[in-house]
């Protein structure tokens, strides 16, 4: 049986965050939203994570400021960015803040589900491998 994967979300844009959530909802993840930063990472704090997926552009705290923080709580969430305007700045600094992957919306349901597959078996493999489940 497949574990699920608890999933959180971090979008402005209801519209997208309803179609990315109920895409991953119907694939069996257990998914969490926030609209804002300072939501997002309340939740990172209170809440154990596999992925969040993480838009750059938020009305608050931008996406990259929200990955320091996260990477500071906790190292193996997985993180990928999402973007509506991909700009050469925003896709470094992710890289350099420690991002897992990037996306550059509208994205479809079928790179979603795909990227996010890739990354949880990329990050099970790296705990069998370090022994720590």
Do not use: C, H, W
Not at 45 to 52: A, K, P
Not at 86 to 102: C, E, F, K, M, R
């Amino acid at each position: 049986m497949k574990v699920a994967e608890k999933i959180l979300i971090v979008e402005d844009d209801s519209f997208i965050l309803t179609f990315t959530s109920k895409v991953l909802k119907s694939q069996g993840y257990l998914v969490t939203t926030a609209m804002t930063g300072k939501d997002a990472l309340a939740k990172v704090q209170t809440s154990n994570y596999n992925l969040v997926l993480l838009d750059i552009g938020l009305p608050d705290i931008t996406g990259t400021d929200i990955l320091k923080k996260i990477r500071e709580i906790n190292q193996d969430i997985i993180v990928i960015m999402m973007t509506g305007n991909p700009q050469l700045d925003s896709s470094i600094d992710s890289v350099n803040y420690g991002a897992d992957g990037y996306l550059i919306k509208p994205v479809n349901d079928t790179d979603l589900v795909d990227i996010v597959e890739e990354k949880v078996k990329q990050r099970f493999d790296r705990l069998v491998n370090n022994n720590s489940i």
